[in-house]
């Protein structure tokens, strides 16, 4: 299963930028997909998620408020709408298919993953 994760990007503080994630239809169709970040030296860490539908979403804390997922299931792709993006968000962004249909913060959970994106905010 391929995902394709794209633009990333340098920005300055306080811009913004939105990433991408193309998923096959027979992989993410009836499934929940998730966005992690994984910055220097640290663990990759839970970022957001929505369920197949799109009706339910999950943030960690530290985004709420500044990112958006949201899904295009006629375009099979996930995006992550970033603002305000703060220094603290440079990372390597990846995308990921959950189990089921149900979303998840817990990165075991994910079966498939993406090539990441960098993303890199300077202040």
């Known amino acids: 299963v391929q995902l394709q994760a794209s633009g990333g990007g340098l920005v300055q503080a306080g811009g913004s930028l939105r990433i991408s994630c193309v998923c096959p239809?027979?992989?993410?169709?009836?499934?929940?997909v998730g966005w992690f970040r994984q910055a220097p030296g640290k663990e990759r860490e839970f970022v957001a998620t929505i369920a197949w539908n799109g009706g339910t979403t999950s943030y960690t804390d530290s985004v709420k408020g500044r990112f958006a997922i949201s899904r295009d299931r006629t375009m099979n792709t996930v995006y992550l709408q970033m603002n305000s993006l703060k220094a603290e968000d440079t990372a390597v962004y990846y995308c990921a298919v959950g189990r089921s249909a149900q979303i998840s913060q817990d990165r075991a959970y994910y079966i498939y993953w993406g090539r990441g994106t960098q993303v890199t905010v300077s202040s």
């Open positions: 239809r027979r992989t993410c169709s009836n499934n929940a």
